[in-house]
């Protein structure tokens, strides 16, 4: 089954802690995205890399780390930095070129206790 | 830059009723417009997408939206809801990006659909 996966579904961190959020997908998909989904906020873009060992800034990237060592993973780290980390994070896929539609994984919900 | 409003966050409709949720978006050329919908506890999917030619799209489970260039909307309709569209419905439009295209989305209308 072609998809994308996240990991863990649910996590807890405790104040000051980094955590890091696993995305894999299997699209062959060049693009990969994370967002945070808080409620009536709709999802707001924190990363994206467009190919391997690449990746930009979106519009609240402050707090967030990421990496694209491989084309399959796109992990997110959450820093002690981000002031309110407790949302949900949404990872999803595209082609690169193309202009269509992306593909998301299943969420992650973090909580910071 | 490229930007996306829903006008509805939250909408409660009795089974049977008909839906329309608002979409506008903001940007100068050529656009492709999506719907998606999460369901309780599912992931993100997409409901419906206008890429060019005929402005009227039909989707999945009876979903369907008209693109009107004239006042930048894609405007969701449903003729009669059922319980189970009970979700959050996104409305997205992918901006440009030196090349590629990332999906930008409105803050998401949440329907109830009481039975």
């Known amino acids: 089954d072609g998809g994308i996966t996240q990991s863990p579904k649910y996590l807890f961190r405790k104040e000051g802690q980094n955590v890091t959020l696993s995305c894999e997908q299997n699209l062959n998909h060049d693009a990969m995205y994370w967002y945070r989904q808080d409620p009536g906020q709709g999802l707001r873009l924190i990363y994206y890399?467009?190919?391997?060992?690449?990746?930009q800034k979106g519009d609240i990237a402050e707090g967030y780390s990421v990496s694209r060592e491989k084309k399959e993973s796109f992990p997110l780290t959450v820093t002690s930095a981000q002031k309110n980390p407790t949302a949900f994070y949404l990872c999803a896929s595209s082609p690169r070129w193309m202009n269509t539609e992306a593909f998301f994984g299943q969420g992650t919900r973090l909580t910071v206790v | 830059a490229q930007s996306v409003s829903q006008h509805n966050h939250h909408v409660i409709l009795s089974e049977a009723a008909s839906l329309e949720l608002g979409c506008n978006y903001s940007y100068g050329g050529t656009v492709n417009l999506f719907w998606y919908v999460q369901y309780p506890g599912q992931h993100l999917q997409l409901l419906l997408k206008?890429?060019?030619?005929?402005?009227l799209v039909k989707g999945i489970k009876g979903f369907e939206a008209e693109f009107i260039k004239s006042k930048f909307s894609f405007n969701l309709r449903k003729p009669s809801v059922q319980w189970s569209d009970t979700a959050e419905y996104f409305c997205?439009?992918?901006?440009?990006?030196?090349?590629?295209?990332?999906?930008?989305f409105g803050r998401g209308t949440s329907l109830i659909v009481h039975p």
């Open positions: 206008y890429f060019s030619g005929d402005p």
């Open positions: 890399s467009q190919i391997v060992n690449d990746f």
């Open positions: 997205a439009v992918n901006a440009r990006a030196g090349g590629s295209y990332i999906p930008t």
